[in-house]
């Protein structure tokens, strides 16, 4: 360590050499902190998640039929049968898959209309596949939506993965808050509109049943009383030859239950021409009851049809009403497509709207929009994984900040000085250093991006105590030097520096190799990367960099001669 010593005593001799230091650690830490706005290292609450299934969601128009819903989700079926990983595939039409994880936030129970499909895709074990599921995701769905969606204009296909983090109804919600139903409407499919035309957005869809033309069949009470027949036979034959319903059971000895038996009218039968009141009342007079005097009336003499429209579903959060537009990032960060999206919103809504932004809170990115005409007033208010990802970052931040007060006012308390309580302070907070660069090396090694996530935070919070503690063994140690040993300032620094360094890389070397399981991991490896890069920063910093600053520090200098009393005696060195 005689080389170290001397390294570190020459670069105290000089003040350019030690101005050097300090203005390459502070070009260090801009360029690092740089990596942000340039998007090198990107920020996000947990990367993708590998996992053994995934979902489809086919929503065609609404008032679409069951055999269009299935024609597109046959289209999307036959290209998941050439996957080679794909083990099984099971469609719902109709109908959500039973709740999954996924499910449970993003509605599939509340599938029960002929426009939806969901479709349930098993792979191969995670362990024994090349590609994880989340990058066959993003290989799929343009492939999938390039040969699908003309199928039946209007229809949206969603790719749904198994969260890695808190469930989420998408990784970015703009809840449009109102009391102007169609006016949401018409502002929950602009937003659509922008999210579309930005970069690293998919699956974008607004929330919110289409409004069209139904009609409802009315059983003439007068007219079937007259005809001999009961709105109950009306009402029955209209279920059982649209919908089917069960007519009676059969009871077998290989079966302990009765086996219901389901009657229905077949496809061709039940299928109307057109879109129109006239191919109605045509099926409806095809259909005949028999009334208690044997004679056969048509269905159509005692229904009347009339012409309406359809009754949406409207969402409610917190007694307002809402309109959720969604949209999922394809493995980017959603800071970046929000800020993008939020930019063009400003611009798009100023010609109808004024616009009042939310400011620094905790729904800071919010739009109040105020009609320029009506005066009416609307709310733009994020949410989604983009939301617990500010949530989480703030909180971790605020952690953060705590846990640097706590260490620096026991620091002041120990050493009864601000100044070497700061240097111990920015000597930890400059491990920051490693753990951005530590992710942009890092992403430039794996096939996906590598973000600086949630557990990232979390590691560099626990680098704090390590690096402290070096730079406190640092300072003790030269000062002991000074005050027992008679050392001069600059020898004591770097005698101290030289004597520490092996048990710093040492204990550096064990976090390394213990931090190193953690960081081929998916959801904890940003933890093991911000570990092992930070503590490697820790390493270097402590070494040159918290020396310099020890050096031009007044609160370093002490009596010559030595005063350490030890039992009551001097200790003096012979040099």
């Known amino acids: 360590m005689k080389g170290l010593e001397r390294f570190i005593h020459t670069i105290l001799q000089s003040k350019t050499k030690k101005r050097m230091v300090i203005i390459l650690t502070a070009v260090a830490f801009f360029l690092s902190l740089m990596m942000f706005p340039t998007k090198l290292v990107l920020a996000k609450m947990l990367p993708g998640k590998s996992d053994n299934t995934f979902s489809v969601y086919v929503d065609t128009p609404t008032g679409s039929s069951i055999e269009q819903t ?63 599921s989340f990058l066959m995701v993003q290989r ?25 983090g808190p469930p989420t109804l998408a990784s970015i919600v703009l ?32 929330m919110a049943d289409e409004i069209f033309d139904k009609f409802e069949l009315i059983p003439d009470k007068e007219k079937i009383a007259r005809s001999g027949l009961s709105v109950e036979q009306v009402n029955n034959i209209l279920y059982l030859a649209f919908e089917g319903m069960i007519i009676a059971h059969k009871n077998s000895k290989n079966v302990p239950d009765q086996i219901p ?56 959060k917190d007694l307002d009403r809402i309109i959720n537009v969604i949209a999922e990032t394809d493995m980017v960060s959603q800071v970046y497509p929000l800020l993008a999206a939020r930019d063009v919103m400003l611009e798009e809504f100023a010609k109808d709207f004024e616009i009042e932004k939310a400011g620094f809170t ?119 030097l000074m005050e027992c040993h008679g050392m001069n300032k600059k020898e004591a620094i770097a005698v101290a520096t030289a004597t520490r360094a092996k048990p710093i890389a040492l204990t550096a070397v064990a976090i390394i190799l213990g931090s190193a399981l953690l960081a081929s991991d998916p959801v904890f490896g940003g933890l ?37 009393d030890v039992k009551g005696q001097n200790i003096s060195i012979t040099k």
């Open 362 to 480: 905790t729904y800071m990115f919010d739009l109040y929009l105020t009609d320029k005409k009506t005066g009416e007033k609307f709310l733009l208010r994020w949410d989604g994984e983009m939301k617990v990802t500010l949530d989480t970052f703030r909180d971790l931040g605020g952690a953060f900040i705590a846990a640097l007060v706590l260490i620096f006012l026991l620091l002041v308390i120990y050493y009864k000085s601000f100044a070497l309580s700061g240097i111990i302070l920015l000597g930890s907070f400059l491990s920051l250093i490693g753990v951005i660069v530590g992710h942009w090396v890092a992403n430039l090694f794996t096939s996906e991006t590598f973000f600086l996530t949630a557990t990232s935070l979390i590691g560099f919070i626990a680098l704090m105590g390590i690096s402290s503690r070096n730079s406190l063994l640092l300072i003790d140690f030269a000062k002991s």
């Open 140 to 164: 799929l769905r343009p492939v999938v939506k390039k040969k699908c969606l003309p199928l039946l204009e209007g229809t949206n296909i969603k790719f749904v993965e198994q969260p890695a």
């Open 528 to 564: 093991g990367v911000a570990l092992i890069s930070g503590t490697v920063a820790a390493v270097f910093v402590s070494l040159l960099f918290v020396p310099v600053l020890m050096d031009n520090s007044k609160a370093m200098d002490f009596d010559k001669e030595p005063h350490c």
């Open 70 to 132: 299935s024609k597109v989700s046959e289209c999307v079926l036959d290209i998941l049968k050439d996957e080679k990983e794909v083990k099984n595939i099971e469609l719902f039409l109709g109908q959500g898959i039973p709740l999954d994880y996924a499910g449970l936030v993003k509605g599939s129970a509340m599938k029960h209309t002929e426009n939806v499909a969901e479709i349930a895709v098993n792979l191969t074990d995670k362990h024994t596949r090349d590609e994880p």
């Open 175 to 206: 809840e449009v808050h109102g009391d102007n139903l169609d006016k949401m409407r018409e502002i929950s499919m602009r937003v659509a509109k922008i999210f579309e035309k930005t970069d690293g957005l998919v699956d974008v869809d607004v």
């Open 261 to 316: 038996m389901f009657l229905v009218l077949s496809k061709s039968s039940k299928s109307l021409n057109s879109r129109s009141r006239d191919a109605l009342q045509s099926k409806l007079s095809s259909l005949n009851l028999m009334n208690m005097k044997g004679m056969m009336v048509p269905l159509s003499e005692v229904v009347t049809i009339r012409q309406v429209k359809s009754n949406p579903a409207i969402m409610h």
